[in-house]
């Protein structure tokens, strides 16, 4: 087993740990915590898989800018000190054995397929200078509209905010 | 290293998330969950960007790309969001889902 497999397995292990203590923990302050160490360890998987470009904007963007936009809302208003209203029970096992079903069936289905390895040698397309060749030539008209879909949203997060 | 790994993590990491929207009743908690099944979709890309790398085709950088434009999309709309759901407390004083049944009748 090589250092990589090593690597991935406790980068696996606690990202679903994590992963389930988003879900589970009572306080939403404790959730959004692990879903930051969740998205961590995430980025290390891009490291893994060489693509460092990307490991590096996903922390800042997730946990620099969208999960510090949770906190402040959820401090904002003040939902850590009252609990959850009860919910039926069946509900939620209706739920996680409907969520189970799907991931037995996924399991299932891709279990047996033949891919390819991935190789350990570091390949050189997650550097920002072959990503951005790509993103300039190729991929330039969607960029520009994302920008537009970004100014648009921010004046819908400002207009609704308003209200 | 068996690409299955990451389809295996992926899956499971994706699941989790639509355990967590069928089972909580918190808004913001059904967003994060969200979150968490857009990141394992992009986990999955880049795991496939890898294997066509390591294939030798000179394009595996679209799926990064792509990866990249799933990100705008995901910052785009968690502000919008969360601005819908601080417009539902200051209506409704609380962020229960269970409270937005007008429309059932």
Partial sequence: ???????????????????????????????????????????????????????????????????????????????????????RNWLKYAGAISGGALLVVLVAAIHDTTMPNLQAVPTDVGLIENLGKILFSTYVAPFEISSILFLSAMVGAVVVGKK | MPVQYYIFLSVVLFCIGIMGVLMRRNAIIIFMCVELMLNAVNLLMVAFSKMWADAGHVDAGAAQIFVFFIMVVAAAEVAVGLAIIVMMYRNTHSVDINLLNRLKN
């Fill in chain 1, 1 to 87: 087993m090589g250092i990589q497999q090593i690597l991935f397995l406790v980068l696996a292990v606690i990202s679903v740990i994590t992963a389930l203590g988003v879900v589970l923990s009572k306080s939403p302050v404790s959730s959004v915590l692990c879903l930051i160490l969740t998205f961590f360890t995430i980025a290390g998987h891009y490291i893994l898989l060489n693509a460092q470009f990307l490991a590096v904007v996903h922390i800042i963007v997730y946990a620099g800018a969208i999960m510090v936009l949770f906190l402040f809302v959820i401090m904002f208003m003040n939902l850590n000190t009252e609990g959850e209203p009860h919910k």
